[in-house]
């Protein structure tokens, strides 16, 4: 007649297995990329934000497979347009995300929240696009987020704003 022990050490043995079961058969992660660029145009009918690449590697706090992602693919390259499916609307886990390091997500879900974050994105300056594979075929990517870097100037400010002393 089994033990107690034995009955524990049994269950937990089994509850081990299904849970390395449950990793074995989930679905792996999409691998992310990040590159720096500017926007060249938003095709609304299509859902498809148009990118001219400045790296194809995002430098400072935002790369290195962190929030951005690994550096592009080597099909991805400098000076390049690159082009992107978006999902302007929906859930946060499945929308394209607009985010400022100011004020944190610029987009709530709607068409219209999307719309309004793609000019607030400044055209001056490069912006970090992160995406992955896109898994309905064309175009070949999807893009996940969009991430406003501030300038010098705006960190400065934002400072003064919260009276942080340098």
Known sequence: MPTARRIATLALALLAAGSLAGHALAAPKAKRFGI???????????DV?????????????????????????????????????????????????VKSVKGGGLNDGTRESFLAALKAIPGDRNVVFSFEKNPKGQPEWLLKMIQIRMTQEELDARLAEISVEE
């Open 36 to 46: 720096e660029g500017r926007i060249v145009r938003f095709e609304k009918e299509r």
């Open 49 to 97: 934000l148009v990118v001219n690449v400045a790296k194809t590697k995002v430098s400072g706090g935002f790369g290195g497979g962190g929030v951005a992602g690994d550096p592009a693919p080597s099909s991805v390259k400098n000076g390049a347009e690159l082009s992107f499916a978006v999902v302007p609307e929906g859930s946060v886990l499945k929308r394209t995300v």
